[in-house]
């Protein structure tokens, strides 16, 4: 669906760019040579009911292959600054009024307008992803709407269109490539078919959510300035799960950024019953596939009542809210998560083997005169099951051990940038966690179909650096 123009003060023009992938909307079936993809080729409305027809394609083009390439290539990374605000709502409601706050962070100072009086208007179905979103702003009589949207309303009565109250809107003031800015507002619609433009908006994609979660801990300043000030119980501190959708607004037009794949998701993901290399061999031969229909399981109806009848292992809850709290953001509670499952399963394994080889008594006795020593329960265990653990595991272990006791007895937090230490831990600890239970068949739920289970993640965390300085939010381009 083609975006409606908006050009009064308060309306934001919301685009919609296609990406290399699975259901990209886009205006014909062109797709980068060698990837196969879906685009919405029409929407059509009856009865009130919002129908999409997909077409699949693949294109065919014999464009030669380049020697080299890297993500962000076509940015201009030494181009000017330009303003831009950043527009984010959270997920609940600063008990204030309208107004504008300064922020310190990183030496900068960000000047933050917090709205409280902001509606989203959404046109054929309200929808999570807010992909129907044609206005953002003061709630507006029909007749005070832009004249895109009036003229879409009035010719289209049978479609709905539907307003919703935000929560509070955070409009930050900041800055933005103007390489990337211009190449997101190009007016040429051929050039924006082309392949070399979907690529260039690839790098372009990761740079603007880059650029948006390098201000979260912005945002978090500004509410722990209003928890304090409050003692407020419902607002918290916020992650890209939390605040997944941006707008990069300047002079009234904007691109909107998402940082969680998996919230832009309105229904699940279908794939392709037939194997890969059949499709492409009946595309290649031009014959038009239906729309995929397969859906998107991890596991059949019929096989999920035996899965009610699954026992944990000790620490098996906590190693899944690890892998969980890394998703929603959460990246201490995720080392501490992970940290505790380690306890857990280590106890419960070498209290299992000083049983048998020397009684419950003593199993007893010595898990309560090493209650402080987990090392000393990792040594026994060893000693009487004949196992080593890794050198390697057995560094991760300990050093995420020391990470949590900077998180539990000196108040760390780890912040957005630093994602990747917090994910090194959990996957270590889970590998960790394997060797302890040693057992095949939850080694094999656990490890398996990785990729798979990952669809919908956020995988841009860390393509392009950001940091803070004293004159505002900086993205790099990795060294290559």
């Not at 990406?19 to 990209?24: D, N, P, V």
Request: hydrophobic share 35%.
């Amino acid at each position: 669906m083609r975006p409606l123009h908006a050009a009064q003060e308060g309306e934001i023009l919301f685009v919609r760019y296609a990406f290399m992938g699975s259901y990209a909307s886009t205006s014909n079936g062109e797709l980068p040579n060698g990837r196969i993809g879906l685009c919405a080729s029409s929407i059509t409305t009856k009865q009130n009911e919002l129908t999409v027809r997909f077409e699949v394609g693949m294109n065919q083009t014999s464009a030669a292959i380049p020697s080299s390439y890297f993500i962000g290539q076509e940015i201009k990374w030494d181009a000017p600054w330009i303003e831009v605000y950043l527009w984010v709502e959270v997920p609940f409601w600063l008990m204030t009024g309208n107004g504008t706050v300064s922020v310190e962070v990183g030496g900068h100072d960000f000047e933050i307008a917090i709205h409280e009086n902001y509606f989203e208007l959404h046109v054929g179905v309200l929808s999570d992803s807010k992909e129907t979103v044609v206005y953002r702003g003061p709630w507006k009589k029909n007749d005070d709407l832009s004249e895109g949207i009036r003229k879409a309303i009035e010719t289209r009565p049978d479609v709905p269109f539907m307003w919703r109250k935000c929560k509070t809107v955070l409009k930050i003031r900041s800055r933005c490539n103007e390489d990337v800015w211009n190449t997101t507002q190009e007016p040429d619609e051929g050039k924006k078919r082309s392949i070399s433009y979907r690529a260039a908006m690839n790098g372009i994609r990761f740079y603007l959510a880059t650029l948006c979660r390098a201000h979260i801990p912005v945002v978090n300043s500004l509410l722990q300035g209003y928890r304090l000030a409050t003692y407020d119980y419902f607002p918290y501190e916020v992650s890209p799960w939390d605040v997944p959708f941006w707008m990069i607004e300047r002079s009234g037009k904007s691109i909107r950024s998402c940082l969680v794949p998996y919230r832009e998701w309105d229904s699940k993901p279908m794939g392709f019953a037939k194997p890969f290399e059949e499709l492409t061999k009946e595309i290649l031969s031009g014959q038009k596939l239906d729309p995929p229909t397969l859906p998107y399981k991890f596991i059949e109806e019929s096989d999920l009542q035996n899965g009610m009848s699954i026992v944990p292992a000790p620490g098996e809850f906590e190693l899944l809210d690890s892998l969980n709290l890394m998703e929603r953001g959460d990246y201490s509670g995720a080392v501490r998560r992970i940290t505790t499952a380690l306890e857990v399963i280590v106890e419960s394994v070498v209290g299992g083997a000083v049983e048998v080889a020397e009684g419950k008594r003593s199993a007893a006795k010595f898990l309560k005169d090493t209650q402080t020593n987990f090392p000393r329960r990792v040594e026994k265990y060893e000693q009487l099951s004949a196992r080593k653990l890794s050198n390697a595991l057995r560094t991760e272990m300990f050093a995420t051990r020391k990470l949590r006791h900077r998180i539990v007895h000196r108040g760390y937090r780890i912040g957005p940038n630093e994602r990747g230490q917090a994910q090194r831990a959990v996957d270590t600890g889970r590998w960790t966690f394997n060797w302890f239970e040693d057992n095949k068949q939850r080694y094999d739920v656990r490890e398996k179909k990785i990729a798979f289970r990952g669809l919908g993640r956020d995988l841009a965390v860390g393509i392009f650096p950001s940091t803070i300085t004293a004159d505002g939010v900086v993205v790099s381009m990795l060294p290559h």
